[in-house]
């Protein structure tokens, strides 16, 4: 009997993590999808308001006030997109005035001047610039490929862009279609506790998307600020483009510093390079790194800990570990997805050890 139970025990468990690495396998094979359905949940949950107000107010039919709110959207989404095609055309009218023979030159320059304030050998600093050039490397041969990849990317682009549309708008046609068909899946006598806990997660990630909102406003007006105060060009495009980059957790801020480096630089593309556009861009770089410490001082506590309610170690290796499994969407649905699964845990494994442990807080 008690090698019977025994036996059972171990077939029990080695299914249980047959289940699980499956579910983990399929997740990971099916991630695009999974994506597109996250991103459509978020799109109906901000949009849920809206609709409600038009049902309610105007006396929309369902049908109706999910097409408005989607269209709404879309209006918001093609403004944003008209803001930056000034930007592309100015940036683009100073880099075909780039020199590039010229500009490397500068930059020769400028790394002789350097090695000579640390004491480097100079000669030898030219040399091997000179020999690994990143100037002469661009050619022609380059273009083919980046066509090819940014069509692929624009593809892949439009696919998931219409998927979101048309999965958001069933959602928001029939905000308990993502309840029901979780319910599917729940016990009869937990669906109470399930709805619940749906309840809390709308709670939870609605006050996470609108501290995300703050966040994104207060580095807006830093950025803003500094550019203006630099006197460069279409300041408020730049900006609003940095801040929005700073939704990807971690990597965002590197690529925004390295954007807002490289606008400044080819807004003043025509003037003195060691007078004019690396100081400007230094003292851009300064202003961005004040707005990054702001950020990360007030706004990300403020948001972890009034909205998801995570240790601030607990969401990096979180964002860490979708970052590497989803890429640049993990990174960004980490946080909304993790905060998710939290409640969920709380609500069914109230009484494990390790659940009580990480959501103490929820």
């Not at 959207?73 to 095609?85: A, T």
């Not at 708008?169 to 806990?197: C, G, H, M, P």
């Not at 969407?329 to 050890?353: D, E, Q, R």
């Amino acid at each position: 009997m008690e090698s019977n139970t025994i036996s059972k025990g171990i077939l029990n468990a080695v299914y249980k993590v047959f289940l699980i690495c499956l579910l983990i396998f399929l997740l990971y094979d099916l991630k695009e999808i999974i994506i597109y359905i996250s991103i459509a949940a978020v799109l109906a949950l901000l949009g849920r308001p809206i609709a409600l107000f038009l049902q309610n107010k105007f006396k929309f039919s369902a049908l109706w006030s999910a097409t408005t709110t989607l269209l709404f959207f879309l209006l918001i989404i093609i403004g944003i997109i008209s803001l930056f095609i000034p930007l592309i055309f100015q940036q683009a009218n100073s880099l075909s005035l780039l020199n590039v023979d010229e500009l490397e030159a500068k930059f020769i320059i400028l790394t002789n001047q350097l090695s000579e304030f640390v004491g480097w050998d100079k000669n030898n600093l030219s040399s091997i610039i000179s020999s690994n050039s990143f100037f002469s490397s661009i050619g022609l041969s380059s273009i083919p490929n980046f066509l090819n990849s940014f069509i692929g990317v624009l593809g892949n682009f439009t696919i998931g862009f219409f998927s979101v549309l048309f999965a958001g708008f069933f959602f928001l046609k029939d905000s308990k279609l993502l309840e029901r068909t979780a319910l599917i899946f729940v016990k009869q006598n937990q669906e109470k506790q399930f709805i619940n806990a749906l309840e809390k997660i709308k709670d939870l990630l609605s006050r996470y998307f609108v501290g995300l909102v703050f966040q994104i406003t207060i580095l807006l007006i830093i950025y803003t600020v500094v550019l203006l105060i630099i006197e460069v060009p279409n300041a408020f495009i730049i900006a609003f483009l940095c801040a929005l980059l700073n939704l990807i957790p971690y990597l965002g801020p590197i690529i925004g510093a390295f954007l807002i480096s490289v606008l400044t630089m080819t807004s003043f593309i025509d003037s003195s390079f060691t007078e004019v556009i690396l100081p400007n861009t230094i003292y851009v770089l300064i202003g961005f790194s004040l707005g990054q410490l702001v950020d990360n001082i007030f706004s990300q506590p403020f948001i972890f800990s009034k909205s998801v309610k995570s240790h601030p170690l607990e969401i990096f290796i979180v964002i860490m570990i979708a970052g590497s499994l989803f890429g640049i969407i993990g990174l960004i649905t980490a946080i909304p997805a993790y905060t998710s699964i939290k409640v969920m845990l709380k609500t069914f494994y109230a009484n494990n050890k390790i659940v009580k442990s990480l959501t103490k807080d929820i």
